[in-house]
């Protein structure tokens, strides 16, 4: 069964840094496109970024772009995302997601997320 764990979640004070990782198994990780969602407290779920299948080109929500850089390790199974200078309205659920096309890309697969929360 396809696993995607995710940690790195933390308390953190507006301008901080954080990496978010999201460990897979039980597939073939270096043939998937990844991304990361989140959710802030009573939101719906918020595309944040994704990467492609050799790390070499991603893509960026606006609310992020500029700060969060979204990067793979395929030798490790590891998904990361690098938060710096976090805002207030980071804070939320975020989850890894592997991609499948199907029609059109859908998340087929998710972690079980780590919580951002801003400490101010």
């Known amino acids: 069964e396809v696993q995607l764990v995710d940690s790195g979640g933390d308390l953190v004070q507006p301008g901080g840094s954080l990496r978010l990782s999201c460990a897979a198994s039980?597939?073939?990780?270096?043939?998937?496109?990844m991304s990361w969602v989140r959710q802030a407290p009573g939101k719906g779920f918020e595309w944040v970024s994704t990467?492609?299948?050799?790390?070499?080109?991603?893509t960026y929500a606006e609310a992020v772009k500029g700060r969060f850089t979204i990067s793979r390790d395929n030798a490790k199974n590891t998904l990361y995302l690098q938060m710096n200078n976090l805002k207030a309205e980071d804070t939320a659920v975020y989850f890894c997601?592997?991609?499948?096309?199907?029609?059109?890309?859908?998340?087929?697969?998710w972690g079980q997320g780590t919580k951002v929360t801003d400490s101010s």
């Open positions: 997601s592997r991609r499948k096309w199907d029609s059109g890309w859908l998340y087929d697969y």
């Open positions: 039980e597939f073939t990780f270096s043939t998937h496109i």
């Open positions: 990467i492609n299948t050799g790390g070499g080109s991603a």
